[in-house]
């Protein structure tokens, strides 16, 4: 892992990157608008970095993309890897690994989500107070490497309270609609039934996704302060429960991409 590591760092120092402040992590149906804010860009592809997976699903881009916002240099992962892809967890979490020996010292995650919370709409956004791991299977699993971190990473407060606060001023500044809660991950590809849904929010679940808790645990292993926002894409209502279209979903995640984009931008000029 180490020299996978390594090398894949070297490869992106090797076209000019070097020393960004803020890591962005932009999912399903996200990341065109906020790719725009972004000046002075250097855009790799994923296929081409030394032990990157590919990203394989149609709504993800697969580009690393190295510029300037708001004063930052910021490193963006325009599509992310998951589970169901058939990856490994070390697999799906090397870009956050690879982020962090870069330099990066903040990490911004999106991604989009079904809620459970019936109060809740389409279109809205949730910001993650923290979550309930349902993959099956965690990235700090096996041998371990103090370089990376601990043994036993504690994960009493996953999510950054610092970077938490900051997004809900700004959400109250702006007027945008900010709920905050859990997010459950399930290993997909499939959405849930109805039974599953009612289980998930009996246990303690705001929002279901495919995403992004293994790259909040590989970031706290590292130390890496970080915060997560997932779109609400669809309402997980199970005593009315309708098929859901994957390309509504993924339209849903764009229609919502502007409310997002300002709360990181706003963000990203606070840190």
């Given at each position: 892992m180490l020299n996978q590591i390594n090398e894949a760092v070297r490869f992106i120092q090797s076209h000019g990157i070097t020393q960004p402040e803020v890591g962005v992590i932009l999912g399903t149906g996200l990341g065109n608008r906020f790719v725009k804010e972004m000046k002075n860009t250097v855009v790799i592809n994923y296929n081409s970095i030394p032990h990157f997976p590919i990203s394989t699903v149609e709504s993800h881009k697969g580009k690393l993309?190295?510029?300037?916002l708001k004063g930052k240099r910021i490193l963006a992962m325009q599509g992310r890897f998951?589970?169901?892809?058939g990856y490994d967890m070390s697999q799906i979490t090397l870009p956050v690994r690879v982020m962090k020996f870069l330099g990066?010292?903040?990490l911004l995650i999106s991604n989009a989500a079904g809620t459970m919370n019936l109060k809740w709409k389409k279109g809205e956004l949730?910001?993650?107070?923290d979550h309930i791991n349902l993959q099956g299977d965690n990235p700090l699993r096996g041998e371990n490497f103090e370089v990376l971190g601990p043994r036993f990473p504690d994960m009493s407060r996953p999510y950054s309270q610092k970077l938490n606060n900051l997004l809900i001023a700004i959400a109250k500044k702006k007027k945008i609609k900010l709920h905050q809660g859990v997010y459950v991950a399930v290993q997909g590809p499939n959405l849930e039934t109805r039974a599953e849904y009612r289980f998930l929010h009996r246990i303690g679940g705001d929002a279901v996704g495919m995403s992004t808790v293994p790259e909040v645990l590989v970031a706290n292993h590292m130390g890496l302060a970080c915060c997560a926002i997932s779109v609400i894409t669809?309402?997980?209502?199970?005593?009315?429960?309708?098929?859901?279209?994957?390309?509504?979903?993924i339209k849903t995640a764009e229609a919502s991409e502007a409310k997002l984009t300002e709360l990181y931008v706003d963000l990203i000029s606070k840190l």
């Open positions: 993309i190295y510029g300037e998951h589970y169901y892809e990066i010292d903040y949730m910001l993650i107070d669809d309402e997980c209502d199970p005593d009315n429960l309708k098929p859901v279209n994957i390309s509504h979903i």
